[in-house]
């Protein structure tokens, strides 16, 4: 509902395809902020100035991102940031911008962005696509979210299984009520369990999706004490390989709700993984979050024929 509200109200002010371009930023912040919020991370003063002259009298707080001061705190200094960015600051952005586009066409050459190469790429190497690549109108958001699983799921150096994802990424799809995505995340998980040795040292067993999802479930009032009796209960269970415990572990606080990541959780999991070994799995969950968003806003865009008004 919120959505549908948004986007009819946005129909007043942009056009069809500045109003897609907008979902798709919404987006790609989707990434950001989950990452962001998982790995617990602190915003810079000044930003958080920044954003406080921004949302004064909203009630905003940077939380748990902040740096130890609440927006009243910060009244002080709010003064110098109310005029927002000068020329000065808008015209240096332009001196990254070469950099940026070497960036992008370094990290995106000889990938597909046409909708049925895309679908044949991924199909190709994953056994399948993602439906939300058919709604996208545009080759260049395409062929970012096709880079983003090469190098998440498709390249060899990862340290998880793309079953583990493909498994996380049904049951997170399953706690947000996003059947299309479940689909979609089910379909990559049978096919890679189908590509994966079957016998004694099988890693995972076929119902992981469900077992996550009734794991979530079960441990919905643990309380303060959730991590470590998931933890516990993780390794207790003979279905769950060991060194794929911290992995899940991180992926259950971070999707379940409420939210169960907090500093305390994350030391333990530091602890237990790498740190590319999390930021993988965060970044994937990030991915997650940005497919979610963007298949919100086309379920609702295609059920509401644009009107301008």
């Not at 002080?76 to 109310?82: A, G, L, M, N, T």
């Not at 545009?138 to 150096?157: L, N």
């Not at 009796?229 to 991180?250: Q, S, T, Y």
């Given at each position: ?6 986007v ?7 056009s069809q ?13 989707g990434?950001?902020n989950a ?14 100035h920044?954003v406080?002259?921004l949302l004064e009298?909203t ?5 748990q ?12 200094v ?22 940026a586009?070497v960036?992008?066409v370094?990290?995106?050459w ?9 679908r ?12 939300v ?10 062929k970012t979210?096709?880079?983003?699983f ?10 998880f ?20 995505l ?11 369990k ?10 995972m067993?076929?119902?992981?999706p469900?077992?996550l ?21 993780l390794?207790g ?13 991180l ?11 907090s500093?305390?959780i994350v030391?333990?999991?530091?602890e ?30 295609k ?6 008004s």
């Amino acid at each position: 509902m919120g959505v549908e509200i948004a986007v009819r109200e946005m129909m007043t002010y942009f056009s069809q395809t500045d109003i897609e371009w907008h979902a798709l930023a919404v987006g790609a912040m989707g990434y950001l902020n989950a990452v962001n919020d998982i790995l617990v991370t602190d915003l810079e003063e000044g930003m958080v100035h920044e954003v406080a002259a921004l949302l004064e009298g909203t009630g905003w707080s940077p939380g748990q991102h902040g740096v130890g001061k609440s927006v009243d705190e910060l009244q002080e200094v709010q003064k110098d940031f109310r005029g927002g960015h000068g020329w000065k600051t808008k015209l240096e952005l332009l001196w990254h911008a070469p950099s940026a586009l070497v960036y992008e066409v370094r990290h995106t050459w000889g990938l597909p962005g046409e909708k049925t190469a895309v679908r044949e790429y991924l199909t190709g190497r994953l056994g399948g696509s993602l439906s939300v690549l058919d709604d996208v109108s545009f080759s260049k958001p395409r062929k970012t979210i096709v880079m983003i699983f090469r190098d998440h799921i498709i390249a060899d150096d990862c340290t998880f299984s793309r079953s583990l994802k493909f498994a996380v990424g049904e049951a997170y799809a399953f706690w947000v009520s996003n059947e299309k995505l479940e689909q979609d995340m089910h379909a990559l998980y049978i096919y890679e369990k189908g590509t994966e040795m079957v016998g004694d040292d099988l890693a995972m067993t076929n119902d992981l999706p469900d077992y996550l999802k009734q794991l979530s479930r079960s441990t919905a009032d643990f309380g303060t004490e959730w991590g470590e009796k998931v933890l516990a209960m993780l390794r207790g269970d003979k279905k769950v390989d060991e060194r794929e415990i911290p992995a899940l572990l991180l992926c259950l606080s971070a999707m379940s709700q409420p939210l169960r990541n907090s500093v305390d959780i994350v030391k333990t999991i530091s602890e237990l993984l790498p740190a590319s070994g999390i930021m993988e799995i965060v970044s994937w969950i990030g991915v997650l979050v940005m497919l979610h968003r963007m298949m919100a806003y086309y379920a609702v865009a295609k059920e509401m024929p644009y009107t301008a008004s």
